[in-house]
């Protein structure tokens, strides 16, 4: 299996969180859709993750979207438990909880893109919508806090891996918003999830370290990739 990803990506990091708490035997393939890498994903996104499994046809080998992709990463045979619970109530409050997360990054995200073009979209009562969804979903959340340390259940599942990398990702963009006030809860919440080693191994502030490490398009013999080039992260918008 190969995930292909850009280090400051939130979604890709939370596929990336889950891989190690898994132990999942996966290579990470590193790519820069802004610096013209040709992606399997017709969409042109990261992350998305390439089966190679000979016995599927080549259109079924490809997962695209994060949340696709945890599901199948999670059901992948493991030693450590389920990240998705397999009970019903708490597996779609789970995924819900990703969603919010996820939601967290875009908004987030469009608003670092629309700061680098030049767009009339983008004004101030824009940028206040973009920051109310990440402000409302933040207190929503600081909520499913108070009875346990984890937002579901007894143990750590996919929402709070989506929500650490989501919550991480603001701070290395638009650290003005300070969420922290909107739920301090979570913070106290985040800063200790944070320090464990699946999240500090995959900081996006590593991705200059990373990108000299990581296994690059560019370098992997295949004919569809023969295109590839370069591996900084410079226009990244994740
Ligand atoms: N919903 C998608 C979002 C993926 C996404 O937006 N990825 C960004 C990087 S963080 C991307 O590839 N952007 C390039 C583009 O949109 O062209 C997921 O969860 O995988």
Redesign the pocket.
Known sequence: MKLFF?P?????R?LRVLIRQKQLQVTEVLVN??QGDKLD?P??????LLQENPQLPEAAQLL??????TQYLDQQPSDHSLLIPEENAMRFQVLSIEAMA?GI??AT?AMVMAMRVDSEFASEKWFDWQQQKIIKTIEWLDHQLQDSFWLVGDQMTVADVALVCALDFINFRRPDISWQQHGPSLHEWFDCCLKAKHFVDTDPRLADWLSDKAICLSQIPSPTNNQASGNGDSE???
């Open positions: 850009t400051t990506s939130p979604y890709a939370k859709p802004w994903n969409l042109g996104k990261i992350p998305y695209v979207d994060s949340r696709v992709i996820d990054a875009d995200a990244s918008t994740s």
